[in-house]
């Protein structure tokens, strides 16, 4: 069917609003890798946008060789790749065994762990749990306590409640058994939500700062994130020193 006048301006005007959301999200990082490639003494008198105006590698020499922020990339790195998968894989093995409605003491544990979802113990006693479980300052604290997550267990839950029971049905009456429709059936069809899970998981454990700082003593363990905010730590210290200085 061709599309009308009115078809044709409304298309447009989707194109346009998708181009300008694109590029109101690519600009931040555009800015930033301008600022990182231009001089720390121009860039601060600002003005610089897209494109360095006073162009360098020097920033990129000083933290690529810096030995601690490359062993803390590694760490960050490492813990998002192994967190995010293992978190996945958690995540999916609890949803898929709750999905079953025959399973023995199912509202129990559905009740159980809604209920971790409104109180904690705090962080104390969750600092004492990890010191008697030997992960304290161990590269597994960043991943054992984040494996799995009530919240994206509901939500993998809740989706795969919306695949067809016919589907599932027709499997178990050829011989599937459990693991083979989670793994020929279940997670094919879950790819859309794994993704998402996965994409919010990644930038947890990337932007996590917390556990580095509160659970880990070795520098050689300290995250990327945890750096930073040590390094931001020590310039306000340094900050308000010398503004206490008497003149």
Request: net charge positive.
């Amino acid at each position: 069917m061709k599309a009308t006048a009115l078809e044709r301006v409304g298309q447009g005007l989707i194109v346009v609003l998708m181009v300008l959301m694109c590029i109101s999200i690519l600009y931040p990082f555009l800015y930033m890798l301008a600022i990182s490639l231009n001089t720390g003494t121009d860039a601060a008198r600002g003005g610089v946008y897209l494109w360095p105006r006073s162009f360098t590698w020097i920033n990129y020499e000083i933290v690529l060789g810096n030995e601690v922020i490359r062993h803390a990339y590694l760490v960050t790195i490492a813990r998002t790749v192994v967190g995010t998968f293992g978190g996945l894989a958690v995540t999916l093995a609890a949803a898929y065994g709750l999905s079953y409605k025959r399973l023995p003491l199912r509202k129990g544990i559905l009740t159980y762990v809604l209920i971790t979802m409104l109180f904690n113990g705090g962080l104390v006693p969750f600092y004492i749990q990890l010191v008697k479980l030997g992960l304290a300052n161990t590269f597994w604290v960043f991943i054992i306590p984040g494996l799995f997550s009530a919240w994206n267990m509901f939500v993998m839950l809740k989706f795969i409640h919306g695949i067809p029971e016919a589907l599932i049905e027709s499997a178990e009456l050829d011989g599937a058994g459990p693991l083979r429709i989670l793994l020929q059936i279940i997670v094919p069809l879950s790819k859309p939500m794994l993704a998402a899970l996965g994409l919010f998981t990644a930038v947890g454990h990337w932007n996590d700062w917390f556990s580095g700082a509160f659970f880990v003593t070795d520098q050689k363990l300290i995250p990327v994130q945890t750096f930073l905010q040590q390094l931001l730590t020590a310039q306000d210290i340094i900050r308000q020193t010398v503004s206490c200085v008497p003149c």
